[in-house]
């Protein structure tokens, strides 16, 4: 049945270029589409099952009961809402952050290979990696310059990246500046705080609102709406890439 779905792929892929249709948009087109619907269907999920916890809440709270069974039920089901408000979809949405990161960063390397011949790589690109390493070879080799702005953009997307793999979600402060170049930020009881983060990644972050200061800490909490943002901008870039450098 597998080999089946493969041959008529396969037969699929021969027609669309035979149309005229760029495999390339198509698929990476297809692949965000994946992604959005992915999306959609873990939001409707977790609304749902939030759904069914206040109805048994309501339910629960509203019959007789002593003080004491009282206010376990409200601590039990606070934690449950925290749970499905924000610590479970934490999770899940760091992680699509991580994969679509990959995923641009593998489709820009896919590019490059479009270019890159048997010669050996410029020495200012040998010791590069990642993104940096495509930007480079489609400067040096192909001649084209990613623009600024998405260029930017991707780097901001780098620094979350990195941030949710190297340490979890949480930058931890201090009370006293180190090095004299950390940021500081006053807590709601107004306590200053020192904190190693860099103005324009920081700006980021509350830009799209996903930054929740506590005391000694920076939390960061990807949201479903900057994960649909990325959908959307991942789509354009490459798309753009493909167009411009007439890639099929």
Not at 8 to 36: C, D, P
Not at 69 to 94: A, N, V, W
Not at 105 to 111: F, G, K, S, T
Request: with cysteine; glycine share 4%; hydrophobic share 35%.
């Amino acid at each position: 049945m597998r080999h089946s779905k493969g041959l008529l792929a396969g037969e699929n892929a021969q027609k669309n270029m035979a149309m005229g249709i760029n495999i390339r948009v198509f698929t990476t087109n297809y692949k965000f589409h994946q992604m959005s619907k992915y999306l959609n269907l873990v939001q409707e999920a977790f609304s749902q099952h939030l759904d069914e916890i206040e109805k048994v809440y309501e339910e629960e709270i509203s019959r007789e009961m002593e003080e004491e069974e009282y206010y376990f039920l409200k601590d039990h089901y606070t934690d449950k809402f925290i749970e499905m408000e924000r610590d479970l979809p934490d999770l899940l949405l760091s992680s699509f952050v991580i994969t679509w990161y990959s995923f641009v960063e593998q489709q820009l390397e896919d590019i490059c290979k479009s270019f890159e011949t048997d010669i050996s790589a410029p020495e200012n690109i040998k010791h590069d990696k990642g993104i940096r390493r495509s930007r480079k070879i489609l400067l040096t080799i192909a001649k084209y310059e990613i623009n600024s702005a998405d260029w930017q953009e991707l780097v901001k997307i780098g620094g979350l990246r990195n941030l949710l793999v190297h340490t979890g979600n949480r930058l931890n402060g201090s009370l006293f500046r180190s090095t004299g170049k950390e940021i500081s930020l006053v807590s709601e009881v107004g306590n200053t705080y020192y904190f190693s983060i860099e103005p324009s990644f920081l700006s980021y972050l509350k830009k799209h609102k996903l930054l929740e200061h506590t005391g000694f800490s920076l939390n960061i909490f990807p949201t479903f709406s900057y994960c649909d943002y990325l959908v959307e901008f991942g789509r354009s870039l490459l798309i753009r890439l493909y167009s411009d450098l007439d890639i099929k």
